[in-house]
C-alpha cells in the first residue's frame, strides 16, 4: 500500500468546523459558563469536591494550597496549575464574592489588583456557606460520573442548598457566549425562590419586590430602576454603579472628597492613579492631592480641594472620566440542560428550585431506604428478644455460624439480614435497658418512615421541606444588603468652570493664520503694546479679542464652514511669540480660509443672530443659538454657491442698518429687518443687485444717521462720507454709488476698485497693507470728509506699481471685540 493510499480525502472547512465545534462545546459545558443549578463553573465544583472529599473542611485546620490544586489537578482537572490555583483564589477573595467558598489564610491578593502569594506559601479550608453547597452529597442527592481517567467519581453537579448562581454571580467568555451576573444578597434571593415555590404562577414585578436588584460585596450605588426590569425579564439590561462619595469641610475653608465604596471589580489603585493623573495633567482645576487611605477598618480615598474649589463640579467630572462610576451590563446566561441559555430572574429561581426537588427527593429515598433496612433489622431483634430462649437453644443446637443462621431462618421465619444480626448481637444487649432502647428506636424509626413516606408523596410536604432548610440558610447566613438602589440614573453634567480656570486673555489670528493665546501677564510684562506682538517675518496681526478662558470662538470660511473652538483649546504663548499654525487647532482645509472669528460668552442669549454677507451680495440672518455644536470638526453654517464665498459674518441685535459696498463703488443701505431669521443651513436672500464683474467687498452696521462711512481704494485713495447721504433703500436694489473713479490718459488714477470700507463714529486707527506687507497706518480723523460721490484723497502711496490688499483695524486706545 503506498503511502498516498493510507489517508482519506476531507475538506478543510469541514474539518476546521467539526473540530471547533467539539472545542466549543468543551469550553461552552467544561470551562466557562456556571450551571444554572448550583452555579458553579467545572474547576470550581471540583476545587469545592475535593477540599470535602479530603476533609478539609471548616472545623479542621487551614491545608496548604498546593495540596489542594494537587489533589483536584490529579484526580478531577488535567489543566494546568495555575488555571486551578486562579479559580481557587477568586473564590477566597470577598471583593469579588457575595459569600467566599473558599476560607484563604496568608495573602490572597488584595482589591489593588495585588497577586495572591504563590500556593505553596497560602492556606485554606472550605468556609462555613461552601458546606452547604455540597451537604447531602453522599446521600445520593446528584449524579456522579466518572473522572478523567476512570480512576474515581466526580459530581456532575452540587446539592446547593442555596441559590449560589444569584447570590455569588458569574463572570465568563466562551465561544460565541459570555455571561455576567452580578451577585445578590442572600435572604432577598432566599425569600424570591421561598415565594415562587409557594406561587408558580407569580409575576416578575412580584419577585421584585423581594429582589430589588443586585447586592454587589464592594457596595456603592446601583442606578437605573429599568435596566435591572430589563436584565430579570430577559436577561439583559445595563445599569450604572457609581462609587459611595461625600464631601467634607476642612479647616482654611477647603474641601475634600472621600470615597468609601467603589464599583464592582473596579481595580483601586488604578482608579486612584487616574484621579492623580487628572491632577497632574491640570485637567481639572482645583484637586490639591489624591491620597489612599485604605486600612484595617476599610476602603478609603481622599481627593484634597485647593481653596475655594467646586467640589461637586469635580466630582462630577471624576464621575464621567474615572472609573468612580462604570456602567455594568448584565448578560445573564447559564447551562440549563446541557444547552447554554439567557435567562431571566424567574427562570433562574425556577431551575434552582427544580434542582432542591430533586436533591431532596432523592435524599429522602435515600434516607427511607436506610431507615426501613434499620427498622427491618430491628424488628427482628425485637421478635428475636421476646422468644429469646428458644432463639438460644436453636443456636446452641447449630454445628456453625452457617447452620445457626439457617435454622434460625427455617424456624422462626426470620430473613437472612435479621438472622445476621441476631447471630452479631452482643451479650450486654439482652439487658432490660436495651431491649426497652430497641422498641424504643423501632418506634422512633417507624414513625420517621412514615414521614419521609408522606414527603415523597406529597408536592406541599416536599416544598415545606425545601423551605425550612431555605429559611434557616438565610437565618444562619443572611447579612444586609450593601449596595443602594436608585431608580432614576443621574446625569453627569460637568460645568467648563471645574476643567477651566477662568481667567481673561487675549488670542490674536495674524494674516497667515497663526492663532495664540496670551496671559494679561505675559502682555503687561511685554511693554502692553498691541504693536509690539510677535509674529512671523512678513506676518501681521488681522485680529485680536480680550476674552475669558470659558467663552467660545466661532470661526467662520469662506466656504459656509464654522469650527467651535473653545478658548481655553487655544494653545498658550508668550506675547513675544509667534504663536501656531491654527490647521494645528482646528481642520480648515486648504482651499478655504478664515472670514470672521466671533467670540461668544452664551449662545442662549435674546436677540443675537448671526449674519452672514456673500461675495455675490446674498444676505442671511440665523439666530446665534442655531450654531451650538459639540463637534470639534467642521460644520455647515450657511449655503453658498459654487461661484460665490462668504466675505463677512458679524454677530448683531438685529436692530440696525446694513450698508453693503461693492469693488466698483456701489452701494446699498437697508434695515436688518428685511432679512427674516432663517435656518442654519440656507442660502440666504439678494442685498443688493450686483453688475457683471462687480463683487462686494465690505458690510457695514450703522444706526441712525451718526458718524461717516471711510472707503479705501486699491491704489490707498481714500475718503469720508457722513452717513446721512446714504437713505436707507429695499433690500436688493442696484444701490447708490459711494465713489467716483478717475479716468482718462491724462489723469492721475486713484484706483480702480474698493478694498475695503468703515464705519467711523469714534477715530480708529487703520493699517493698509501692500502686496510686499508694507503697512501704511491711517487715522481717520485726518481723512478728508467730501461728498459721498468723490474722488478721494491719497492716503497711503503704494507708488505706481503698489496695490492695497488688506485693511486691518484693530483697537489702539482700549482692547475690545471684533467690530
Known sequence: MSLSEQFLPAFLEEVVGD?????????????????????????????????????????????????????????????????????????????????????????????????????????????????ELLRDIEKRTVLFKDNFDNTAKEPVVLPSRYPNLLVNGASGISAGFATEIPPHNL???????????????????????????????TGGIIMGGEGILDAYRTGKGRVYLRSKTDIESLRGGKQQIVITEIPYQVVKSRLVTAMENIRLEKKVEGIAEVRDESGREGLRIVVELKKDADANGILAYLFKKT????????????????????????????????????????????????????????????????????????????????????????????????????????????????IHSLQKELDELTKKIEGLRAILDSDKKLIGVIRKELVEIREKYGIDRRSVIQEEVEEIKVNLEVLVNAEDVLVTLSNEGYIKRTSMLSFTRSGGELESSGVKEGDYITRLFEVNTLENLLIFTSRGQYFLLPVHQVPEYKWKDAGTAIVNVIQVPKEDHIVSVIPVSNFDEAGKSLVFVSRKGQVKRTELKEYVTKRSGAVAAAKVAAEDSIIQVVMSDSNKDIVLISKEGMSIRFNEQEVNAMGRVSGGVRGIQLRDGDEVVAA????????????????????????????????????????????????????????????????????????????????????????????????????????????????????????
Open 323 to 434: 472609573d468612580l462610576q462604570i456602567t455594568y451590563n448584565f448578560n445573564m446566561v447559564a447551562i440549563v440542560n446541557k444547552t447554554p441559555q439567557q435567562l431571566g430572574l424567574k427562570a433562574m429561581l425556577s431551575a434552582y428550585i427544580d434542582h432542591q426537588r430533586e436533591v431532596v427527593t432523592h435524599r429522602t429515598q435515600f434516607e427511607l431506604e436506610k431507615a426501613e433496612d434499620r427498622a427491618h433489622v430491628l424488628e427482628g431483634l425485637v421478635k428475636a428478644l421476646n422468644i429469646l430462649d428458644e432463639v438460644i437453644a436453636a443456636i446452641k443446637a447449630s454445628k456453625n455460624r452457617q447452620d445457626a443462621q439457617n435454622n434460625l431462618q427455617w424456624m422462626f421465619g426470620f430473613t437472612e439480614r435479621q438472622a445476621d444480626s441476631i447471630l452479631t448481637l452482643q451479650l450486654y444487649r439482652l439487658t432490660n435497658l436495651e
Open 700 to 819: 457695514l452696521w450703522v444706526e441712525n444717521d451718526e458718524g461717516e462711512i471711510l472707503t479705501i481704494t486699491d491704489l490707498g485713495y481714500g475718503k469720508r462720507s457722513l452717513l446721512l447721504d446714504y437713505p436707507a433703500q429695499s433690500r436688493g436694489g442696484k444701490g447708490i454709488a459711494t465713489f467716483e473713479f478717475k479716468e482718462g490718459k491724462r489723469v492721475k488714477p486713484n484706483g480702480s476698485a474698493i478694498v475695503g470700507a468703515f464705519y467711523c463714529r469714534e477715530p480708529l486707527q487703520i493699517n493698509a497693507y501692500s502686496e510686499d506687507g508694507q503697512a501704511f497706518p491711517i487715522h481717520t480723523e485726518k481723512v478728508p470728509i467730501m461728498e459721498r460721490k468723490s474722488i478721494g484723497k491719497l492716503l497711503a502711496d503704494v507708488g505706481k506699481n503698489g496695490q492695497i490688499v488688506d485693511l486691518v483695524s484693530l483697537p489702539h486706545a482700549e482692547l475690545g471685540k471684533e467690530g
Open 19 to 131: 473540530r471547533f465545534g467539539r472545542y466549543s462545546k468543551y469550553i461552552i459545558q467544561d470551562r466557562a459558563i456556571p450551571d444554572v443549578r448550583d452555579g458553579l463553573k467545572p474547576v470550581q465544583r471540583r476545587i469545592l469536591y475535593a477540599m470535602y472529599d479530603s476533609g478539609n473542611t471548616p472545623d479542621k485546620p487551614y491545608r496548604k494550597s498546593a495540596k489542594t490544586v494537587g489533589d483536584v489537578m490529579g484526580n478531577y482537572h488535567p489543566h494546568g496549575d495555575s488555571s486551578i490555583y486562579e479559580g481557587m483564589v477568586r473564590m477566597a477573595q470577598p471583593w469579588k464574592m457575595g459569600h467566599v467558598l473558599v476560607d484563604g489564610h496568608g495573602n490572597w491578593g488584595s482589591q489593588d489588583d495585588d497577586p495572591a502569594a504563590a500556593m505553596r506559601y497560602t492556606e485554606a479550608r472550605l468556609s462555613p456557606i461552601a458546606m
Open 187 to 217: 435572604r432577598e434571593v432566599i425569600d424570591a425562590c421561598i415565594a415562587v415555590m409557594q406561587k408558580p404562577e407569580i409575576e416578575l414585578d412580584e419577585i421584585m419586590t423581594f429582589i430589588k436588584g443586585p447586592d454587589f460585596p
